[in-house]
């Protein structure tokens, strides 16, 4: 089994640390130059990177978007 690919803003190294070897944290990439598609199944967000349709239609594979810190203006919520 192939470990979770996520996408993540900035994440202090700590967090990186937490996420350990298991998962694969590949740095934030928005906008039409975005090369991840379908490798990402999830994203964190750290600061208030603007999480989109957009974006999200970019990562087709996306099961969970997490975001730590308050508030969810910065992502589209159905």
Request: proline share 12%; hydrophobic share 40%.
């Amino acid at each position: 089994m192939s470990r979770p690919i996520v996408m993540g803003d900035g994440l202090p190294p700590l967090f990186l640390e937490l996420l350990g070897p298991d998962i694969e944290v590949l740095p934030w990439q928005q906008g039409p130059d975005a090369r991840y598609g379908e490798l990402v199944t999830g994203v964190i967000t750290y600061g208030h990177p603007r999480v989109d349709g957009e974006l999200l239609d970019r990562l087709p594979q996306v099961k969970v978007v997490s975001n730590h810190g308050v508030g969810v203006d910065h992502i589209d919520v159905p």
